[in-house]
């Protein structure tokens, strides 16, 4: 692997807390908007990941204000070794469509950094083996190359373990002839 490849990625998510409005007229609502902005790179046989985490909550109601929290980067290194698949998930059919990054592992524990801890929120993930990457429209074709990328990089670390494997079953080469 000759070049380096990256792949930026936001992940967003929104939640709100109307129940104080309801059981309560006089109290405000909150909006919390957590996100999560990243860059995947593939170096030679490791893949980088490094995302910041923020948090914008919103209040409304007898005071308006915004509290933000930001979080610092953090990245994780991920060997190729270590993955197994490579995805790019097509839905064609939500408006707009929308393109996904799924990487699996060959080993659970791959991922767990990536989640966070009691300090720093990470990623979400649905499946221990799985990292899901929502991609932005405007780097779908970004996306197909750096997933072409990556599976070429998973295939050229497989064929080099299989050649150590091969040569050491046969052992060093006999050299034939005088």
């Known amino acids: 692997m000759h070049s380096t490849r990256s792949l930026p990625f936001v992940i967003s998510k929104l939640t709100s807390d109307l129940s104080r409005l309801t059981s309560n007229p006089g109290q405000s609502v909150?909006?919390?908007?957590?996100?999560i902005q990243g860059l995947l790179r593939l170096e030679s046989n490791q893949l980088f990941i490094q995302w910041r985490f923020t948090r914008k909550i919103e209040h409304y109601g007898i005071e308006v204000r915004t509290?933000?929290?930001?979080?610092?980067?953090?990245e994780h290194v991920i060997p190729i070794s270590k993955l197994s698949e490579v995805r790019v998930r097509r839905r064609r059919f939500m408006i707009p469509p929308r393109r996904t990054l799924v990487l699996v592992s060959s080993d659970?524990?791959?991922?767990d950094p990536l989640t966070g801890d009691g300090e720093v929120p990470g990623l979400a993930l649905q499946h221990p083996a799985e990292l899901v990457i929502q991609v932005r429209r405007a780097d779908?074709?970004?996306?197909?190359?750096?997933?072409?990328?990556?599976?070429?990089?998973?295939?050229?670390?497989?064929?080099?373990?299989?050649?150590?494997?091969?040569?050491q079953i046969n052992?060093?080469?006999?050299r034939l002839g005088p």
């Open 140 to 167: 779908h074709q970004l996306l197909e190359e750096f997933a072409s990328q990556l599976r070429m990089a998973i295939s050229e670390q497989v064929l080099d373990s299989l050649e150590q494997d091969l040569k």
């Open 108 to 111: 659970l524990q791959v991922f």
């Open 171 to 174: 052992g060093p080469k006999k």
């Open 30 to 35: 909150v909006y919390t908007r957590d996100s």
């Open 67 to 74: 509290d933000s929290e930001e979080y610092p980067m953090r």
